[in-house]
């Protein structure tokens, strides 16, 4: 059977179409096996400004009523027995019959339609479609949707269905364009749907609209004699604001390509929605495209409209930019005093000056980037944050500050770290190209991180008002990225103390492991494409906090749980066995002693003291010189034989304290060797010995 | 370029949206008294959006933004502009439909022009008012907010208000085709002198945007403030939302001028909105209390009305 089903709306947000789209299909599918019937074999969602729908084919009829017998425990079962199979069939314990020595139950099952089970079902997913926002229009309903819901059409194999939503019912109807075909139409069946539409200038599938956007733009920008600037993010929103594209470009004033390419895009894309056009080597051009969602008379007129738009704007833009340039950015640090940075945490002033201490302490701590010239970026960082650029346009942050430097003579370097110490802007975002950039935004992140953690406003469940993780993400891919050695924990700490003049942010130890475990949280992710989890679990907490050293011994970890699985789960097995011993004999308060080797008399314990001090050796090679891990893994592995006759041949337990004490102190030896390349009580080891 | 049934000066414009309104059924009122940021702020739409009474009311508000004033020198920004402000309440199905007939009315069609409903939030901290709907594009220029009403004073409109607020000195450029506002005709005298929008509003422009960022003195203003905000609290204990709402409007202003002066700190700003936000939300409590007292009186429908005020019994209690 075939569902067609559409919900009519005022336009609804460009933003939300999509993840509607995507939550329909799941929630339907999921509602139909609940009930008991399977799901949709084939299932196309469309959203449009002014509608949200799909059709589902090959849907089941349903089932009819059935009458079952099945067979339970034996006829002598216990009453409990009885009992217990009688509740898990639903039939009442007298009615179950006894036959070939079992007991049987005669169950019976509800036949079920998807014709009567489908508006209810339609029903619920009006109600829970989740929308970033949602509001009331009827007077007395309480029903709520992302815009006011105008028209419902529901129909299986042709047959409409009932479905009631706030104060509007189904019709097996629809509606085309809002201004080209404004009329009613009937609900076209499943498999005409999306080209009906389209005769009523509707283009329903989101993907095809979003081509025939390109489409238009791209044609409209040969006309303008260039290639629309690629812009991904710009088309989605554009697809969600027409039914139908028609492009139109149009051009502005060649004074206003003296503006930043930044600044000329942002006026275009940010609040017109307009394409910027450039020529064949990336240069704009004084051209840009806008996207009607009607095709009107005579494109002229609504070409002046565009331009007369944008001309305000870029005047707007060029006032700016010119009196932002009448002082230089140096000046502005001083006004960034009167700028609270957030509530609790002073001034951007105060922020900017932390972040040059912390720059410098990365910087010397990596010994990469010049100081001298970090020591200014850090200072001039968040002066374009007062320039009216900036205040018109936030998302200018950076890029401003950049082309205001430059202007006014900055190195280059400086300059550009101004930029590009705010990326990556997100999880998608390129890096910065240079060390003075990298190091100042990590001292940004570690100054948000430590600071509104510390006024106790750390993100909890999926509220993240202040990017906290972006930010902890951010961090960890820029210091992995560019290969910085320094121990964040450290860094964290230096964070702090910077805030030790505000009461409102803790000093406590605590606190620095709290950001910690944020950070181990954000890292575990980071790597979960590169290792299993248990691995990243055991490398992560062994208590070092050099990340570019953690991700050496990760790989390293899973190499080699790749390359000989079975081997090396035996002797993590092994060390698992000692780490338990150890710490049965810290609960059972076993003072630890040191190592007595003439204690050592017996082959096997002598043997693995040798052993011991012989992979000791290779191991802090590989911490200390090479950081080949591989290397300090064979040693484990190479251990094996003597651990294994150790725990053959000697009872670690001995009833005579010295010796006990002694061969603890051993496997305490042999564990602090090993200890630091992870924690292998966090492995999961399939078999275990 | 509109077509030729537009209107060609500012008041001709003013005059199609009054009769196109009034026709709908909308009584048309006037401006409020006070200095006020947007029609939104005038009692005609704040209070009267409040509660289960049915309201269709139309005017042009002369909106004051202190922060927005320019010397008469910029041609798109003024400290004052004019709003025409729509509320109907409640929300009629076709309000859409209303909608774009109001710009056929002022020469605006869709055969002609890029019309499109893009996504807006609308939200007032200093009223606790927000909504959800839309800014009115027509080829690329916001031409209207157009916003269903959720909350005022941070109470839940039942039922929802659809309000229109069309910005005249945009639509107006846009219908003269002028780049720059102070040439927009206002009318043409019989003798065929055209007065312009420079010969009625551009002195005013300049001395408002001089006391605004130059000549006021905070510490006055904020004596004011105080002062509104205690006469304010006091009219509320005395159970009069009309006249203590007009002194929440006077702190409003006093805090935009303020604001404007920058001689509030930004760290002292939202202090204040919070001061304005709180208000608002009790006139329009009081103002509810006291419609729900006098039982809705002009709700027709005396059953509705019944079951209503029964949802406001909390408010009503002594």
Known sequence: MNLVFEIGTEELPSSFQKPALEWMQSFFNEELGKLGLTGAQQFEAFATPRRLAFIATGLPEGFHDETQEISGPPAQAPAKAREGFARKMGVAVESLREKDGRLWATVFKKGMSTLDVLPGLLERMIRSIPFRKSMRWDSLETDAFARPVHWIAAALDGKPLAVKFADVSSAPTTRGHRFHDPETYPLPAADQYAAALAKHHVIARWEERKAAVEKEVARAAREAGGVPRPDDELLETVTGLVEEPSAVAGSFDQEFLQLPPEVLVSEMRGHQKYFAVQDDKGALLSSFVAVSNTKVRDPAVSRKGYERVLRARLSDGKFFFDEDRKVPLASRVEKLSRRTFLQGLGTEKERADRLRELALWLQGATGRGDAKQLSQAAELCKADLTTGMVGEFPELQGAMGRVYALNDGVAPEVADALFEHYLPRGAEDRLPQGDLGALLGMADRIDQLVGIFGIGKEPSGTADPYGLRRAALGLLRLTLARQYRFDLYQALRHAQQLHAGNPKVSQEPALLEKIWGFLLGRLEVQLRDRAQPDSIQAVLHTGAHELVALEKRLLALHAVREKSQAQFEATAAAFKRIANILSQAAQKKIAAVGLQKELLRTPAEQALLAALERSRKQVSRAFEETEEYADAYAALASLRPEVDQFFDEVMVMDPDPAQRDNRLALLRALHEVFAPLADFSRLQLTKSS | ?318
């Open chain 2, 1 to 318: 370029m509109p077509n030729a049934t537009a209107p060609t000066d500012f008041q001709g414009l003013l005059l199609a949206l009054q009769t196109y309104w009034a026709k709908y059924g909308c009584a048309l009122m006037q401006g409020y008294d006070l200095e006020v940021g947007a029609g939104t702020m005038n009692p005609a739409t704040f209070l009267r959006v409040l509660g289960p009474e049915p309201w269709n009311v139309a005017y042009v508000e002369p909106s004051r933004r202190p922060a927005d004033g320019r010397f008469g020198e910029n041609p798109n920004r003024l400290h004052q502009h004019h709003q025409y402000q729509v509320i109907l309440q409640p929300a009629p199905t076709d309000v859409q439909d209303l909608y774009l007939g109001s710009l056929r009315a002022i020469g605006i069609t869709s055969d002609d022009h890029d019309l499109r409903f893009v996504e807006d939030d609308w939200e007032s901290p200093t009223l606790g008012a927000w909504g959800l709907g839309w800014e009115v594009w027509c080829d690329g220029m916001e031409v209207t907010q157009f916003t269903y009403f959720q909350q005022a004073g941070g109470f839940e409109c039942r039922p929802v208000a659809a309000e229109l607020t069309y910005g005249l000195e945009r639509i107006a450029m846009y219908l003269q085709s002028k780049d720059n506002l102070y040439d927009l005709v206002w009318c043409t005298y019989p003798d065929g002198t055209r007065l312009t929008y420079r010969d009625v509003f551009w002195q005013n422009e300049l001395e408002q945007s001089k006391y605004s960022f130059q000549a006021s003195d905070p510490e006055l203003l904020f004596k004011l403030f105080a002062q509104y905000e205690g006469e304010c609290r006091q009219l509320v204990e005395k159970k009069l939302p009309l006249p203590a709402y007009d002194y929440c409007l006077k702190c409003s202003h006093a805090f935009n001028l303020l604001d404007a002066r920058g001689a509030i700190s930004v760290t002292e700003r939202q202090g204040y909105i919070l001061r304005v936000r709180k208000l608002a939300h009790d006139c329009a409590g009081l103002y509810l209390a006291t419609r729900a007292r006098m039982g809705f009186p002009s709700l027709k429908d005396r059953a509705l009305a019944d079951k209503e005020l029964s949802r406001y019994a909390e408010l009503v209690k002594p």
